[in-house]
Nanobody
């Protein structure tokens, strides 16, 4: 069983940066890790993932602005968010995949954090 705790959310202005962190209680080095986000009334959507080998993938909406990284020694995954826009406002969730590669689909992630709110004001 893996438990996840996110931190780093907050209220920022357009163009600002935030760094989200997620700490896992169990060993995650052999699994992909990802970040998803959700706004009220909408489905949770994929933001970024990083495979067990360190390859990263991004949603088109955040490509070039966000960067995902992981520290296997600490069982953490971070999401550096730059040039934030109001449409990035959401609750952000970190997740651990069932397998090494992961995917863009939330059903492939059995472990989830409680979420952290990111609000970008215009």
């Amino acid at each position: 069983q893996v438990q996840l705790v996110e931190s780093g959310g907050g209220l920022v202005q357009t163009g600002a940066s935030l760094r989200l962190s997620c700490a896992a209680s169990g060993r995650t080095s052999s699994r992909a890790m990802g970040w998803f986000r959700q706004t009220p009334g909408k489905d949770r959507e994929f933001v970024a993932r990083i495979t067990a080998s360190g390859t990263s993938y991004y949603a088109d909406s955040v490509k070039g602005r966000f960067a995902i990284s992981r520290d296997n020694a600490k069982n953490t995954v971070d999401l550096q968010m730059n040039s934030l826009k109001p449409e990035d406002t959401a609750v952000y969730y970190c997740a651990v995949a069932q397998y090494r590669s992961g995917s863009d689909y939330e059903n492939d992630y059995p472990y989830w954090g409680q979420g952290t709110q990111v609000t970008v004001s215009s």
